[in-house]
């Protein structure tokens, strides 16, 4: 499934569910205002639905900023993680005279990109290091050790290609421990809470006219269900949705080799 049919397909998922979750929720508003002596009351409820509004469009904005913030600086690394790789395959054509290193160093590089799209990414949601990866990249550090009879231009290579391996190891650490850090529990809470609360109140806001009440209940519900999903979505960008970081461009390195050597 390529990325604009996975975003399709997450996208009519979390419709799906808010529509199931609108229709219980009217399902049962409908029920309870049947057979229950619940008032039409007007100042009381009115305020208590303003409040809880405000409260759940605070904590909701609050709840988004957090999992782009998380969404976001996950990206950057991953796209720094990427430009290490691309470096190290650009630095390998300055170096002369040792074809069959380079060509160590490159497969290298192919197979630790490989590798973290194939092995580590599923491996990534259940917050663990793939350990073929880390053979990779340790292969990538081993091929480059073995340069040898290097004048002072290698030499310069050779530093760059140490320093940009030393960045690479350092950033997946980074990408793993982003995605060892939980979405906050308690702002999770929050959210769930702040918008149960705002369907009672709406619930308590009765409208003179029952299909009314009901279509404005079941609206709410539908906002409050996709705002839930989105925060989820975003604060858990490794996995798959429509706000989710791609794994692809690893795979794209293989392609980048190969039209590097062409």
């Known amino acids: 499934m390529n990325k604009k049919h996975m975003a399709i397909f997450y996208t009519i998922k979390a419709l799906f569910i808010s529509v199931v979750i609108t229709v219980a ?3 049962i508003g409908l029920y309870l205002y049947n057979f229950t ?19 759940f469009s605070i ?3 609050f709840s988004i900023l957090i999992a782009f913030n998380r969404f976001q600086d996950l990206k ?8 290490c790789m691309g470096d190290i395959l650009d630095l390998t054509v300055y170096i002369l005279d040792q074809d069959k290193i380079k060509e160590e160093i490159v ?7 490989i590798s973290v799209a194939n092995d580590e990414w599923l491996h990534m949601a259940d917050k663990h290091s793939h350990e073929n990866t880390s ?4 292969n990538i550090m081993n091929s480059i050790n073995n340069l040898q009879d290097l004048d002072d231009k290698d030499l310069i290579i050779f530093r760059l290609l140490i320093e940009r391996t030393t960045d690479l190891t350092t950033l997946r650490a980074n990408r793993l421990k982003k995605v060892k850090e939980p979405f906050p529990q308690l702002l999770t809470m929050t959210l769930y809470a ?4 705002f369907l009672i109140a709406i619930f308590l806001l009765l409208i003179p006219n029952l299909f009314f009440q009901a279509v404005f209940l079941g609206n709410i519900a539908f906002i409050t269900s996709l705002v839930i999903q989105l925060v989820k979505d975003i604060g858990n960008p490794y996995r798959p949705g429509v706000w989710s970081v791609s ?8 392609t980048s080799i190969l039209t590097q050597r062409a």
């Open 25 to 27: 929720v009217c399902v």
């Open 37 to 55: 002596s619940i008032k039409l009351l007007t100042a009381p409820p009115t305020v208590f639905a303003t409040v809880s509004a405000n409260i």
């Open 59 to 61: 904590i909701a904005g």
């Open 76 to 83: 950057n690394t991953i796209n720094q993680e990427l430009a």
């Open 107 to 113: 497969e290298n590089v192919k197979k630790y990109g």
């Open 135 to 138: 053979l990779c990249l340790g």
């Open 194 to 197: 702040a918008s149960i609360n």
């Open 247 to 254: 794994k692809d461009d690893y795979m794209n390195i293989k």
